[in-house]
């Protein structure tokens, strides 16, 4: 299994950014694909974007393409989420998933 960690989290004002953090331990990472799910108040899960193993191949849910950029270190066993332009529906806690299906612990975004 592969252990998650997230951070980077915060309260940011519309039209700001976040930079989310995902770390991982655990042998076979750089061998798995990746995502970011989030989950807002009262909703479902939404897959917010995806990343290949080797980083080469990328997808984002239409309500964040062009403002999320997703991007992975596998020699530092780093996922990234570069969060622009935010907005108070992308308010939500987000969670690093790997392609074994672990989940890291989810870190709070909320955008006002």
């Known amino acids: 299994h592969v252990q998650l960690v997230e951070s980077g989290g915060g309260s940011v004002q519309a039209g700001g950014s976040l930079r989310l953090s995902c770390a991982a331990s655990g042998y076979s990472y750089s061998t798995y694909c990746m995502a970011w799910i989030r989950q807002a108040p009262g909703r479902g899960l939404e897959c917010v974007s995806g990343?290949?193993?080797?980083?080469?191949?990328?997808n984002y849910a239409n309500s964040v393409k062009g403002r999320f950029t997703v991007s992975r270190d596998n020699a530092k066993k780093t996922v990234n989420l570069q969060m622009n332009s935010l907005k108070p529906e992308d308010t939500a806690v987000y969670y690093c998933v790997s392609g074994t299906n672990d989940w890291g612990q989810g870190t709070q975004v909320t955008v006002s």
């Open positions: 990343i290949s193993w080797s980083g080469d191949s990328t």
